[in-house]
């Protein structure tokens, strides 16, 4: 499975972003699809997945970012509102062909698949 990423950007704070990621190489369309990110000098963070038809968020973006899926394009997209400067990062997709246990889920090293980044820069 290769995961193409896009719709990086730089923008004020306040403003808004939408992230696409699309699988392509597979027959189905993974089941867990979602995104993590990396800031400068910090470990890559869970940001939000897909879970079949189940959603997960971080405390740090809940209520502003909103993730959703397009299964025939096999594709997955995160909507950031009230983006704020701490949200800059390279932001990357993630999934994993076969749910896992919630509580594991949040662990970047239980994902299969990873996309290539794509920056995120919010300026105060």
């Known amino acids: 499975v290769q995961l193409q990423a896009s719709g990086g950007g730089s923008v004020q704070a306040g403003g808004s972003l939408r992230l696409s990621c699309g699988a392509s190489g597979s027959t189905s369309t993974p089941f867990m699809m979602g995104w993590f990110r990396q800031a400068p000098g910090k470990e890559r963070e869970f940001v939000s997945i897909s879970s079949g038809t189940s959603t997960y968020y971080a405390d740090s973006v809940k209520g502003r970012f909103t993730i959703s899926r397009d299964n025939a394009k096999a594709t997955v997209y995160l909507q950031m509102n009230s983006l704020k400067p701490e949200d800059t990062a390279v932001y990357y997709c993630?999934?994993?062909?076969?749910?896992?246990?919630?509580?594991?889920?949040?662990?970047?090293?239980?994902?299969?698949?990873w996309g290539q980044g794509t920056q995120v820069t919010v300026s105060s």
């Open positions: 993630a999934a994993r062909s076969n749910r896992i246990i919630t509580g594991l889920m949040r662990r970047a090293e239980v994902y299969d698949y």
